[in-house]
C-alpha cells in the first residue's frame, strides 16, 4: 500500500507541539582547548611544528663540512680548526676505533673534559653506529665503576692527568682499550712543565692487561676514510648519566633522532643562522645541557665553537673581548662570577657581540639576572629542561625574560599538569602539579632498568608517550610554566604538604642568608619536619640569635607548619658540576661539598684571579 508523503516536521511533547525544524541540531563536541602558549610562538614567529633531521650526529657533522668546510668549527687556546680539518679528524679517529675493534652498538666511554679531542672523539664514535657513554672527567669512583660494570665499554677515552682512577674503576668491567688524551700541548712552557710533574705524581702501572694508546697516535696512524657504516637514527648515540626522578644513578639512552630533534627546537628558538654564529661553551659537554646546546646545536648550524676546558670568569670576559661570541649558554653560578669580575674592573664597557644568553641546570635568581645585565648589557633568557629529554623542553622568548618563569614549551613539545595524588587529573592554570612532557626529544629510556623505564614513561590510550618529569609546576593562563618544587622533595609534616622551593624563597629575601637549602627529615611524631640549611652572607658573630631572627622573618610570611623547626648553618651547600643542588646528601644532615680535582687549563682558561666554576 502506498502511504502519503508525510513530513515530520511537528511532534506532540508533554501535552505541548513542538516544531522540530526550529529546533537547534545537537551541539557538536567542543574541540579540545588550544594550549595558551601557542599564541605566544606565533607572535615570536617561531613555527609550532619544526621539520627535523632523518639522519644521524655524523651525518649532520658531513653535511656541516660540506656546505661550510672554510669556516671555524673549533678555537681552542688561540688555535683554529675549519670544519674540513675537523671532519678529517674525526674520519681518522673512526678508522682509529674500529682498528680498535669498536663496532656497531658497541659502548666507548669518554671521561674527557671539554677539549677539541673531546668533539673529535665523540663524532668518530657517532660515525661508527657506537654508543658514547658519556661519564665526564669529574664522576666519583663508586658511580664510574658501577658505570662501566653497567655498560661493559670496549674502549674508554680519557684523561692521561686521571688515568689512575679511570684504570681503578676500570677493574673487572671487561675493558679491552685505554685512549689517553693529553692536553701539554696547549699549554705555555711553563705550564707543560706543571702538567709533566702532575703526570709524573699520578703515574701508574700498566698491569692491568688493558692495551694503552695515545689518541695522538691513534689519529696519526690512522686514514681518513669516512667509515661504511650507516647508524640507524633512532638507535641509541648516547648513554647519559643522570639521577632521574628518583636520585639514583641510571643512563638515560638517547638516540640520534630525540638529540638532533632538541638541538632542532633549541637552534629554532635562538634563530640560529648558519655558519655565521659563535658559540662560547664553557658549559661541560659531558652533562647533557652542555652537550646539546654547546656541541651538537653549533655543529647542526656550522657554528664556531668556542672551547673552554676550565671556567674562570677573568678569562672568560678577555675570550668574549676578543672572539666576540654571539651565543653564550651558561649556568647561574657563572653570571655571578662574571659579574663578580666585572665588578672588580673600573670603566668596564658593556660586552658587544653576545646576542642571547641562555640560562638553565639551577634556578636563576632575578637579582642575579638584573645584576648581570646591568653590567654587561646582555639580556639572560632562563630556560628548564632534564636529562631524560635531551634536554630542553621550556625556555622564555629571547629578549623577554620573566622573573621566576621558565617560559614556554619547545615547539612540537606537549605539556600535561596533574595532579599531585593520583596523577589521574590535570589541573587548572594556577595549580600546582606534576608535569608531563611529550615531544620528539624524548630518551627511549633507561639503559638496562626496565622497572625504571615504566615509571617514569607511560603511554596514554592514543599511544602518546608522556615523561613524568617529577617537577610539580604551575603555569598561568597565558601558558607561562614556573617550577614550584620537586615531587620527591615534597615535606609531608602530619599530612599537610610544604613545598621546601617557597621556604627557600622566603629565606633567600633575608639580608643575612647568602644560600639555603630546605629539606624534610623524618620524624617519629610529624612524619616529617622542615630543616633549613643556611648559607649565612656573613658568619654571624651570634648563630643563635640569627636562627631567631630568621624563624621570626619565616613567621611573617609562612603559615605555622611551614615554618623551619631547624636551622644549619654551613659555610657550602653541595652542589653539582652545574651548579645543581643535592639535596639528597642533606636529608640525612648538612655535608659541605668536597672541592673536585682541578682540570687543566688547556685553553689558557685557569689560575686568574676570577672565580672559578668547575665543569
Same mark, same amino acid.
Request: glycine content about 8%; overall charge neutral.
Given at each position: 500500500?502506498?502511504?502519503?508523503?508525510?513530513?515530520?516536521?511537528?511532534?506532540?511533547?508533554?501535552?505541548?507541539?513542538?516544531?522540530?525544524?526550529?529546533? $537547534?541540531?545537537?551541539?557538536?563536541?567542543?574541540?579540545?582547548?588550544?594550549?595558551?602558549?601557542?599564541?605566544?610562538?606565533?607572535?615570536?614567529?617561531?613555527?609550532?611544528?619544526?621539520?627535523?633531521?632523518?639522519?644521524?650526529?655524523?651525518?649532520?657533522?658531513?653535511?656541516?663540512?660540506?656546505?661550510?668546510?672554510?669556516?671555524?668549527?673549533?678555537?681552542?687556546?688561540?688555535?683554529?680548526?675549519?670544519?674540513?680539518?675537523?671532519?678529517?679528524?674525526?674520519?681518522?679517529?673512526?678508522?682509529?676505533?674500529?682498528?680498535?675493534?669498536?663496532?656497531?652498538?658497541?659502548?666507548?666511554?669518554?671521561?674527557?673534559?671539554?677539549?677539541?679531542?673531546?668533539?673529535?672523539?665523540?663524532?668518530?664514535?657517532?660515525?661508527?653506529?657506537?654508543?658514547?657513554?658519556?661519564?665526564?672527567?669529574?664522576?666519583?669512583?663508586?658511580?664510574?665503576?658501577?658505570?662501566?660494570?653497567?655498560?661493559?665499554?670496549?674502549?674508554?677515552?680519557?684523561?692521561?692527568?686521571?688515568?689512575?682512577?679511570?684504570?681503578?674503576?676500570?677493574?673487572?668491567?671487561?675493558?679491552?682499550?685505554?685512549?689517553?688524551?693529553?692536553?701539554?700541548?696547549?699549554?705555555?712552557?711553563?705550564?707543560?712543565?706543571?702538567?709533566?710533574?702532575?703526570?709524573?705524581?699520578?703515574?701508574?702501572?700498566? =698491569?692491568?692487561?688493558?692495551?694503552?694508546?695515545?689518541?695522538?697516535?691513534?689519529?696519526?696512524?690512522?686514514?681518513?676514510?669516512?667509515?661504511?657504516?650507516?647508524?640507524?637514527?633512532?638507535?641509541?648515540?648516547?648513554?647519559?648519566?643522570?639521577?632521574?626522578?628518583?636520585?639514583?644513578?641510571?643512563?638515560?639512552?638517547?638516540?640520534?633522532?630525540?638529540?638532533?630533534?632538541?638541538?632542532?627546537?633549541?637552534?629554532?628558538?635562538?634563530?640560529?643562522?648558519? =655558519?655565521?654564529?659563535?658559540?662560547?661553551?664553557?658549559?661541560?659537554?659531558?652533562?647533557?645541557?652542555?652537550?646539546?646546546?654547546?656541541?651538537?646545536?653549533?655543529?647542526?648550524?656550522?657554528?664556531?665553537?668556542?672551547?673552554?676546558?676550565?671556567?674562570?670568569?677573568?678569562?672568560?670576559?678577555?675570550?668574549? %673581548?676578543?672572539?666576540?661570541?654571539?651565543?653564550? $649558554?651558561?649556568?647561574?653560578?657563572?653570571?655571578?662570577?662574571?659579574?663578580?669580575?666585572?665588578?672588580?674592573?673600573?670603566?668596564?664597557?658593556?660586552?658587544?657581540?653576545?646576542?642571547?644568553?641562555?640560562?638553565?641546570?639551577?634556578?636563576?635568581?632575578?637579582?642575579?639576572?638584573?645584576?648581570?645585565?646591568?653590567?654587561?648589557?646582555?639580556?639572560?633568557?632562563?630556560?628548564?629542561?632534564?636529562?631524560?629529554?635531551?634536554?630542553?623542553?621550556?625556555?622564555?622568548?629571547?629578549?623577554?625574560?620573566?622573573?621566576?618563569?621558565?617560559?614556554?614549551?619547545?615547539?612540537?613539545?606537549?605539556?600535561?599538569?596533574?595532579?599531585?595524588?593520583?596523577?589521574?587529573?590535570?589541573?587548572? $592554570?594556577?595549580?600546582?602539579?606534576?608535569?608531563?612532557?611529550?615531544?620528539?626529544?624524548?630518551?627511549?629510556?633507561?639503559?638496562?632498568?626496565?622497572?625504571?623505564?615504566?615509571?617514569?614513561?607511560?603511554?596514554?590510550?592514543?599511544?602518546?608517550?608522556?615523561?613524568?618529569?617529577?617537577?610539580?609546576?604551575?603555569?598561568?593562563?597565558?601558558?607561562?610554566?614556573?617550577?614550584?618544587?620537586?615531587?620527591?622533595?615534597?615535606?609531608?609534616?602530619?599530612?599537610?604538604?610544604?613545598?621546601?622551593?617557597?621556604?627557600?624563597?622566603?629565606? %633567600?629575601?633575608?639580608?643575612?642568608?647568602?644560600?639555603?637549602?630546605?629539606?624534610? %627529615?623524618?620524624?617519629?611524631?610529624?612524619?616529617?619536619?622542615?630543616?633549613?640549611?643556611?648559607?649565612?652572607?656573613?658568619?654571624?658573630?651570634?648563630?643563635?640569635?640569627?636562627?631567631?631572627?630568621?624563624?621570626?622573618?619565616?613567621?611573617?610570611?609562612?603559615?605555622?607548619?611551614?615554618?623551619?623547626?631547624?636551622?644549619?648553618?654551613?659555610?657550602?651547600?653541595?652542589?653539582?658540576?652545574?651548579?645543581?643542588?643535592?639535596?639528597?646528601?642533606?636529608?640525612?644532615?648538612?655535608?659541605?661539598?668536597?672541592?673536585?680535582?682541578?682540570? $687543566?687549563?688547556?685553553?689558557?682558561?685557569?689560575?686568574?684571579?676570577?672565580?672559578?666554576?668547575?665543569?
Amino acid at each position: 500500500m502506498n502511504m502519503p508523503h508525510v513530513s515530520f516536521r511537528r511532534w506532540w511533547k508533554n501535552g505541548e507541539t513542538v516544531d522540530l525544524a526550529a529546533s $537547534p541540531p545537537p551541539a557538536a563536541p567542543a574541540p579540545p582547548a588550544e594550549p595558551p602558549w601557542l599564541k605566544h610562538l606565533d607572535r615570536a614567529g617561531i613555527p609550532r611544528t619544526l621539520n627535523y633531521p632523518t639522519t644521524t650526529l655524523g651525518r649532520i657533522l658531513d653535511q656541516s663540512a660540506d656546505r661550510y668546510g672554510d669556516v671555524t668549527a673549533l678555537l681552542y687556546n688561540g688555535k683554529r680548526w675549519s670544519y674540513r680539518e675537523l671532519l678529517d679528524q674525526v674520519n681518522r679517529a673512526a678508522a682509529g676505533f674500529a682498528e680498535l675493534g669498536v663496532r656497531r652498538g658497541d659502548r666507548v666511554l669518554l671521561a674527557l673534559p671539554n677539549c677539541p679531542e673531546s668533539v673529535i672523539c665523540f663524532f668518530a664514535v657517532q660515525k661508527l653506529g657506537a654508543v658514547v657513554v658519556n661519564a665526564g672527567p669529574l664522576m666519583g669512583q663508586d658511580d664510574l665503576r658501577a658505570v662501566m660494570a653497567m655498560t661493559r665499554p670496549r674502549v674508554a677515552v680519557g684523561l692521561d692527568l686521571l688515568a689512575q682512577g679511570l684504570m681503578r674503576a676500570a677493574h673487572g668491567s671487561g675493558l679491552e682499550h685505554f685512549v689517553w688524551v693529553s692536553l701539554q700541548f696547549y699549554q705555555s712552557v711553563l705550564k707543560r712543565v706543571g702538567y709533566q710533574m702532575k703526570l709524573w705524581q699520578n703515574r701508574s702501572t700498566n =698491569g692491568d692487561g688493558i692495551e694503552h694508546r695515545p689518541l695522538a697516535d691513534l689519529l696519526a696512524h690512522s686514514p681518513a676514510r669516512p667509515p661504511s657504516v650507516a647508524p640507524d637514527p633512532h638507535k641509541t648515540a648516547v648513554l647519559q648519566p643522570t639521577g632521574g626522578t628518583t636520585g639514583t644513578l641510571k643512563l638515560a639512552e638517547l638516540s640520534h633522532a630525540a638529540l638532533l630533534a632538541n638541538a632542532t627546537q633549541v637552534s629554532t628558538w635562538m634563530a640560529c643562522r648558519a =655558519g655565521q654564529e659563535r658559540v662560547l661553551t664553557i658549559l661541560p659537554t659531558f652533562h647533557v645541557y652542555g652537550l646539546t646546546l654547546g656541541l651538537i646545536c653549533p655543529i647542526l648550524a656550522a657554528s664556531t665553537i668556542i672551547v673552554v676546558t676550565r671556567f674562570d670568569a677573568g678569562e672568560t670576559l678577555d675570550l668574549i %673581548r676578543r672572539h666576540r661570541p654571539t651565543l653564550f $649558554p651558561l649556568v647561574p653560578a657563572a653570571c655571578d662570577a662574571l659579574s663578580d669580575e666585572i665588578e672588580k674592573t673600573e670603566d668596564f664597557a658593556p660586552l658587544e657581540g653576545i646576542r642571547l644568553c641562555f640560562s638553565g641546570a639551577a634556578p636563576l635568581p632575578p637579582q642575579t639576572a638584573e645584576r648581570f645585565q646591568r653590567l654587561t648589557g646582555v639580556m639572560v633568557v632562563e630556560g628548564y629542561g632534564l636529562t631524560e629529554a635531551a634536554p630542553v623542553t621550556h625556555s622564555s622568548l629571547p629578549g623577554e625574560p620573566r622573573p621566576c618563569c621558565v617560559g614556554l614549551p619547545m615547539p612540537d613539545t606537549r605539556i600535561r599538569v596533574v595532579d599531585l595524588d593520583r596523577g589521574h587529573r590535570d589541573v587548572a $592554570p594556577g595549580e600546582a602539579g606534576e608535569m608531563l612532557v611529550a615531544g620528539p626529544q624524548l630518551m627511549s629510556g633507561y639503559y638496562a632498568d626496565h622497572e625504571q623505564t615504566e615509571r617514569t614513561l607511560t603511554k596514554d590510550d592514543e599511544g602518546t608517550v608522556w615523561l613524568h618529569t617529577g617537577d610539580v609546576v604551575r603555569y598561568d593562563a597565558e601558558g607561562y610554566f614556573s617550577i614550584v618544587d620537586r615531587k620527591k622533595d615534597m615535606i609531608i609534616r602530619s599530612g599537610l604538604k610544604i613545598y621546601p622551593g617557597k621556604v627557600e624563597k622566603v629565606l %633567600r629575601a633575608h639580608k643575612a642568608v647568602s644560600d639555603v637549602a630546605v629539606v624534610g %627529615r623524618p620524624d617519629a611524631v610529624h612524619t616529617q619536619v622542615v630543616v633549613a640549611v643556611v648559607v649565612a652572607a656573613v658568619k654571624p658573630e651570634d648563630p643563635r640569635q640569627l636562627e631567631a631572627d630568621l624563624r621570626a622573618h619565616c613567621r611573617e610570611h609562612l603559615a605555622p607548619y611551614e615554618v623551619p623547626a631547624q636551622i644549619e648553618f654551613v659555610e657550602k651547600l653541595p652542589r653539582s658540576a652545574l651548579g645543581k643542588l643535592l639535596k639528597r646528601d642533606l636529608r640525612e644532615g648538612p655535608i659541605v661539598a668536597t672541592p673536585v680535582e682541578e682540570l $687543566p687549563s688547556g685553553n689558557g682558561n685557569g689560575n686568574g684571579n676570577g672565580k672559578e666554576v668547575h665543569p
